[in-house]
C-alpha cells in the first residue's frame, strides 16, 4: 500500500470531504500509551482470522452496506515496517477476493495507505497536540 505522511493525515482529517478511517495495528497495551485521535485499535494478531478482517470491513469500512468510494482507510504500527504494511496488504487482499467473486465494483474500494514511519514519528510531529493525539492516561 502506498504511504501517507502525517501532514497528509493532519490535513486530511481537517477537510469534511474526506473521510478517513484510521487503524492502529499496535497491540492494545502500546494504543493505551497512545495514539491518534480517532483511531480504531485492530491487533494485528488478529489479521490472520479471515471472520475478522471481514467484520473490520462491515463495521468500519462498507458500515451500512454503503460502499467504500471516498473513504480513505491508514493503517500503521509503531514504525509502520512490519505489522502496519501486513495488515494494509490482508486488507487490499480481500478487497481483491470480493472483486474477483462477485463483480465488486472498483470505485467502491476505499484508497488504503500505510502512515510512513508510524505512530513513533507521529507523535514525534504531533504529541502535543491534543486535537490529534492521545497520550495515556
Avoid at 483511531?39 to 454503503?66: C, M, Y
Amino acid at each position: 500500500a502506498p504511504l501517507l505522511t502525517e501532514k497528509s493525515i493532519e490535513e486530511r482529517k481537517h477537510s469534511k470531504s474526506e473521510q478517513i478511517v484510521i487503524f492502529d495495528v499496535r497491540g492494545e497495551e502500546e494504543f493505551s500509551e497512545g495514539h491518534i485521535n480517532g483511531a480504531i485499535n485492530l491487533p494485528s494478531t488478529k489479521w490472520s482470522n479471515g471472520d475478522f478482517v471481514n467484520e473490520v470491513i462491515r463495521q468500519h469500512i462498507n458500515a451500512d452496506e454503503a460502499s467504500g468510494a471516498g473513504k480513505t482507510v491508514v493503517l500503521h504500527c509503531a514504525h509502520s515496517q512490519q505489522r502496519g504494511p501486513t495488515c494494509a496488504r490482508v486488507l487490499q487482499q480481500e478487497f481483491q477476493k470480493r472483486i474477483e467473486s462477485s463483480g465488486f465494483d472498483l470505485t467502491s474500494l476505499p484508497e488504503i495507505r500505510v502512515l510512513k514511519d508510524g505512530f513513533a514519528h507521529f507523535e514525534e510531529e504531533y504529541g502535543s497536540n491534543a486535537a490529534l493525539v492521545v497520550q495515556s492516561d
